[in-house]
């Protein structure tokens, strides 16, 4: 893959995209710009130069081009949530998908079509009125396009898979312009890379998910002292271990008033007793000083997350695959937990198991298919502090389980600056990743997108 080497011509794309944009198109020092160029996490200091607010896949096409032939780095925004800040490259032109977030829900048919720029709390809003859902991530700022072609983690994982499980087809515009569709009759090579192998390929201009009926879960939050945190995530591991696919649960260490808190956060969605069972039992691995489980339906209880990891403050993620979570793993965590460098710092793990480890691994690009746990080492502080204590914590402590973990990790999480360990996470399906990106973008125009594999 070559970058470019000729200067850019700002003033080439602007002359192009501006009478088709007008005042969606905005210059860096324009009213506005600043608060578009804002993404979740604040320490991202890369400027772009211009920001193009698409409104259809037309634009969207004009806007590659218009970079293409301007020679600027070209990147794609959603939810902006990327804890790396690819969705911006210093110099270049964002296609901004902020004003594309519309939502259709075929009921009857059990499914959603949701448009590029959509986030997971606009596809629930849409869902929620028939009880229908399907799997995403956490928290409801985070966009969809993003999380799912990369993966989706989330509370349905055991039963419905990861987000991208649950993917129908996806209209993409590619690097030179042109739109396709992605699905399972028709492109079939860059629908199997788009599962895994994020925005490496184009801009995906609208996705189409299976539904579930979700009319309510059982959810809620426990939270133990920290001395109890060992006994909190032994128990955890041991209980995941033979865990139905209706129940998920993220444990970790979140911030409590006065430091680290060991938590349980259980999503339990299948019959209410089984649940109530299987949550007493979680309930039971300590002393909770939060106990606040109960039915709910499944948008309300992602808006639990809602003030957790706020944009706007500083971040910095490091992330392993753990195969299981062993004693020394436990040891490894709670003394991360005891040595914790700022209040806002937190601590999180996944188990993938379930539907989404019965996928064969060479189905999707998305290759890590056997039962693991994802471990999100997430350092955040204020702006103006310095970062290099809340770096070194969270580099420590994703070095302390090195030799514990899994090669690779969940790309979504994983930065720039840890290519090849991004690379590790494709296994067996890394070749023909990398021949799908040659094919689809031979000139390396979506360099900065995620997951970060070829060497920009
Ligand atoms: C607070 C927080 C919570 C999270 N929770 C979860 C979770 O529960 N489960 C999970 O799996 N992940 C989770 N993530 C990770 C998240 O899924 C990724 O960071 C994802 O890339 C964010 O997507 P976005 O659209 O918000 O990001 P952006 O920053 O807008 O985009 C990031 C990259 O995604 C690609 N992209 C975005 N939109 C498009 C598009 N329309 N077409 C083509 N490429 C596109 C581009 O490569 C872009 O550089 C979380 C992240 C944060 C910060």
Known sequence: MTATSTPADLAGAVRVLRPLLADRLLLAGDAGFAAARQVWNAAVTRQPAAIARCTDGAEISAAVRAARDAGLPLSVRSG???????????????????????VTVDAAGRTATVQGGAITADLLAATTPYGLATATGVVRAVGLAGLTTVGGYGPLIGRYG???????????????????????????????????????????????????????????????????????LSGHAEIMAGAPDELSVMTGF????????????????GEPAAGEQAIARLRSLGDPIV?????????????????????????????????????????????AATEITSPFSALILNRFHGAASRVEPAATAFAQRAPHTVLEVIAAWQPGEPAEPHRAWAESTATAL????????????????DEDRSRDSYGANLSRLLAAKRHYDPDD?????????FGQ
Request: proline share 9%; with cysteine.
């Open 80 to 102: 902006g949530h990327d804890w790396a800040g690819r969705a911006l490259r210093e110099g270049g032109l964002v296609i901004d998908l902020t004003g594309m977030r519309g």
């Open 162 to 232: 990861l987000s991208l499980d649950n993917l129908l087809g996806a209209s993409v515009v590619l690097a030179d312009g042109t739109t396709v569709t992605a699905g399972p009759d028709d492109d079939t090579e860059l629908w199997w890379a788009l599962r895994g192998g994020g925005g490496n390929f184009g801009v995906v201009t609208e996705l189409r998910y299976r539904l579930h009926e979700v009319p309510s879960i059982l959810t809620g939050m426990l939270m133990f002292p920290l001395e109890q945190g060992a006994a909190v």
């Open 254 to 269: 979140l911030p409590g008033p006065s430091g680290p808190l060991a938590f349980l956060c259980p999503f339990w969605c």
């Open 291 to 335: 106990d606040q489980i109960g039915p709910m339906p499944y948008a309300a209880a992602l808006s639990m997350f809602d003030r957790s990891m706020v944009d706007g403050n500083h971040y910095l993620l490091r992330t392993r695959w753990l195969p299981d979570v062993p004693p020394p793993a436990v040891d490894a965590l709670v003394t």
């Open 402 to 417: 090195d030799e514990l973990a899994l090669p690779g990790g969940y790309p979504n999480l994983l930065g720039p600056d």
């Open 445 to 453: 125009v979506f360099a900065s997108a995620v997951p970060s594999l």
